[in-house]
């Protein structure tokens, strides 16, 4: 049910700071689900819409009426990009957030917040990785996680189940924080240098470099496989890292740069390895998806518009 007329000021109070404790959580869940920080706030907008309208006197959980709420709507977002993202230009990369100040971006565990792993999960089903999220990330028990996807307790299990079970076969095991930091610092330097032969020792056989454009020119519009290929790509233009300010910042939990031209950022780039050593190279070129990062909730909290 929806009241008539609005709340009392004392009780509009009172649901925003329910609303704004919990912020953090959903914006954690959502961000998940769709890899993508500008939607995730686009759902956290529309559940605080529905939590001013709704007749919270009838609400026996905030958390769990403002979960469920932001899940169900992540998991229609998630359906309709899938379809948007069929003409999206190029490889597709999760936007990356800043953690720098809220290193679990509002969780209350760190799991599946890094960008290879978030582009893992986007070959599960929307349901699959929310009911994997709500589990993984935050810990919900199987019961509330049915209630919130309209499953049996049964079926959440198994989904959970199935989940973890492809991940495990696509997902490598990743180096601690401290050891991807160094990986990424030699690779920047090496780089640089446009030494091939320190790129190579980095890599793995079966390194992969994917450019996130959307069609913006300079960005290599299939995967590029292949040690000597990444390491060539990485230096084939000596004049990109000369005309660039690096500056090394926290995204996703892990490190990463951003690629300063003309002093505006222009490029974003991390990597993800395991002890055999990296086996990915992920290059944000969409300005749209840097500026998300830049504008993250980390950084800057989004107002609540009435």
């Known amino acids: 049910m929806y009241p008539e007329t609005p709340p009392a000021e004392g009780a509009l109070d009172e649901t925003v700071s329910v609303f704004v404790e919990l912020r953090p959580r959903l914006f954690g869940i959502a961000y998940r689900v769709l890899g993508s920080a500008v939607e995730a706030e686009d759902v956290v907008q529309e559940v605080w819409l529905r939590w001013q309208k709704a007749d919270r006197s009838a609400v026996v959980s905030p958390v769990a009426f403002l979960s469920s709420a932001t899940t169900r709507l992540a998991i229609n977002v998630a359906q309709s990009a899938r379809v948007r993202r069929e003409t999206y230009i190029g490889p597709w990369l999760p936007e990356p957030v800043d953690t720098s100040n809220d290193p679990e971006v509002g969780a209350q565990r760190a799991e599946a917040l890094e960008l290879a792993l978030l582009l893992v999960l986007e070959r599960l089903t929307p349901t699959e990785r929310a009911a994997y999220v709500l ?28 989940a973890r079970r492809h991940l495990v076969a696509e997902q490598r095991e990743s180096v601690d924080v401290t050891e991807h930091r160094r990986l990424l610092k030699a690779f920047v330097a090496a780089a640089r240098q446009g030494d091939i032969a320190s790129l190579e020792g980095l890599l793995t056989p079966g390194a992969v470099s994917l450019s996130d454009g959307n ?59 395991s002890s055999e050593g990296i086996h990915r190279v992920m290059w944000v070129f969409n300005p749209s998806k840097i500026a998300a990062f830049l504008n993250s909730p980390s950084r800057h909290e989004t107002a609540l518009r009435a």
């Open 135 to 162: 589990r993984e990330a935050f810990d919900y028990a199987y019961a509330d996680i049915a209630e919130m996807l309209q499953l049996t307790v049964v079926n959440a299990r198994k989904i959970v189940s199935r």
């Open 215 to 273: 069609g913006i020119r300079g960005a290599a519009r299939i995967p590029v496989l292949g040690r000597a290929r990444v390491a060539n790509l990485s230096t084939a233009y000596p004049r990109f890292w000369g005309e660039v300010e690096v500056r090394f910042v926290q995204a996703n939990g892990r490190s990463g740069v951003l690629l300063y031209r003309d002093g505006r950022p222009s490029t974003f780039m991390t990597i993800a390895a």
